[in-house]
């Protein structure tokens, strides 16, 4: 497969998965302002603020929404605004730009899928998001998404185009995972006095809701939510399908199949730094870790994930670059 051809499937998956994450936090975080009016008011900043921080995306939010935050601004900000290169539209015009580009890889329907998710999403602004109620709008955009996965799952041959696939879906969405459990715990809660409170046990399950982990949660793991818990179960969970450990070992799984039978491959970068992350998850003890700094520890993981990308793109995408250079 040609790296230019790899890079497109990857960012296709990535960015899909990144434009669901988007859309089922700010689903949440809907649900969760109107469960609280009795608290805080809807247009309150600490409603609204951390979202644009889980973005990672607060200095653009900031530049182009000035300080004051409110719905409005941040829920145009990350679903229309395509100055915003992680809003859904943004995400869900470049997955399709992608497709476009490799269209003679993808069956009839796959195509047809993301086009027609693309033409009925371009149009939309606030006006339609609120005409429809956050819920019902949101769903449909989650439902759109799980339907090209459920396309592309049935008719993709399992060739290194769907591997490379895989690969984006899972590491968007193990750093997607991280950065849901460290907006919770730096920015929704600060303060201590509210721990273990009726307050707490709600956002604590709208964290869960947000990973559509909380029916899951529920079952496997009974008693109250905890900080302790809720993160252990999203981090370490070995197989629910949304946490970090899993979706790191579904990472390292694709890489294997994408290396399988080239030799010069078997110990490249990307699948060693894959391995030794899930393995240090594997180990982690989780009160041991909220007693050091949850937060430090979400900031590491964020950064050997994308150390995991770099060596990717460096392996598999710039490698032939490189080589050619080296020849001429």
């Known amino acids: ?24 936090i700010v689903d949440v975080n809907a649900q969760l302002v109107l469960d609280l009016q009795s608290r805080q008011a809807a247009d309150d900043p600490r409603s609204w603020e951390p979202l644009v921080y889980v ?7 900031f530049e182009l929404y000035g300080e004051k935050v409110t719905e409005r601004a941040v829920v145009e900000f990350m679903l229309f605004d395509r100055r915003n290169s992680s809003s859904v539209l943004s995400c869900v015009s470049l997955a399709r730009e992608n497709a476009r580009c490799v269209r003679d890889l993808l069956a009839g329907e796959v195509w047809e899928t993301l086009n027609t998710f693309y033409l009925k999403l371009k149009d939309d602004d606030f006006a339609r998001y609120a005409q ?34 895989q690969l984006g879906r899972h590491l968007e969405r193990a750093d997607n995972t991280s950065r849901i459990i ?12 509210a721990v273990g409170t009726a307050l707490d046990i709600i956002q604590w ?16 793991r009974r008693g109250l939510l905890s900080l302790e818990r809720v993160v252990d179960y999203l981090l370490r969970d070995a197989v629910f399908p949304r946490s970090v450990v899993f979706s790191v070992a579904q990472a390292e799984h694709a890489l294997a ?11 490249n970068p990307a699948s060693q730094l894959a391995a030794a992350l899930r393995i240090d998850l594997e180990k982690t003890e989780t009160r041991a870790v909220i007693a050091a700094g949850l937060h430090e520890f979400l900031d590491t993981i964020q950064v050997r994930l994308n150390d995991v990308h770099v060596a990717i793109q460096e392996t598999f995408i710039e490698y032939a670059t490189d080589k050619a250079k080296v020849l001429a």
Not at 4 to 18: D, F, G, K, P, S
Not at 55 to 61: R, W
Not at 146 to 157: D, I, N, R
Not at 257 to 267: C, F, M, R, T
């Open 257 to 267: 199949q994408i290396v399988n039978g080239a030799d010069h491959l078997a110990n």
């Open 182 to 193: 460290d907006v919770k715990y730096y920015m929704l809660l600060p303060d201590i006095a």
């Open 1 to 24: 497969m040609l790296s230019r051809v790899a890079n497109l499937i990857y960012w296709m998956a990535r960015q899909l998965e990144r434009a669901e994450n988007t859309a089922r």
């Open 205 to 220: 399950g709208s964290v869960l809701r947000s990973c559509s982990a909380f029916e899951a949660f529920r079952r496997s």
């Open 55 to 61: 973005s990672g995306e607060e200095e653009k939010f």
């Open 132 to 165: 429809l109620g956050s819920s019902e709008y949101l769903n449909r955009v989650k439902a759109q998404i799980q339907l090209f996965y459920g396309v592309a799952e049935s008719m993709l041959p399992r060739s290194d185009a769907w591997w490379f696939f």
